[in-house]
């Protein structure tokens, strides 16, 4: 989907069912992920502007990276509502078209002029176009991150 001069992308979760709670429907464990090796793995690529995750209530986040707490602030935030919303928007797909194969999902890109915010789960990544590849990116990230949680809760 293309707004502007941004484009926007949600890609589906490969798994297919929500978990809840550390559990996935069928109460399996969920997978525990080690987000902060991630996000130092992510922060030492070149190209990379900054790393971070941040908690689906919006209390808290963590970053490493080149921008200030504020910018890292406003960034989880961003990312946060834009994480609903893409929730929101495949659960109304899923309504209208069943068995679509979008929901839920499990991250999305969203692609500017100069750089990109590439989040998977709740982790995100600020990706300079010029110096980095935004697939390898989402690549590692759906890699390292496959098996967290997707709940908003």
């Known amino acids: 989907m293309e707004i502007g001069r941004c484009a926007v992308t949600v890609f589906p979760d490969p798994g297919g069912a929500m978990a809840f709670a550390g559990f996935s429907n069928n109460h ?27 908690s689906y209530r919006g209390d808290r986040f963590t970053y490493k990276g080149q921008v200030s707490d504020d910018m890292a602030r406003m960034a989880s935030i961003m990312c946060r509502a834009t994480t609903m919303s893409a929730h929101m928007q495949a659960d109304m797909l899923e309504e209208h078209c069943p068995g679509s194969g979008v929901n839920p999902p499990e991250g999305w890109v969203v692609h500017g002029p100069a750089f990109s915010v590439c989040n998977v ?33």
């Open 121 to 153: 789960a709740n982790v995100f990544c600020f990706v300079r176009h010029n110096e980095a590849s935004v697939n390898r990116i989402v690549a590692m990230m759906r890699q390292r991150l496959a098996g967290a949680s997707h709940d908003l809760v």
């Open 28 to 54: 399996e464990r969920v997978q525990r992920i080690d987000v902060m090796s991630v996000i130092a793995e992510l922060a030492n690529v070149p190209g990379v502007l900054a790393a971070g995750e941040y």
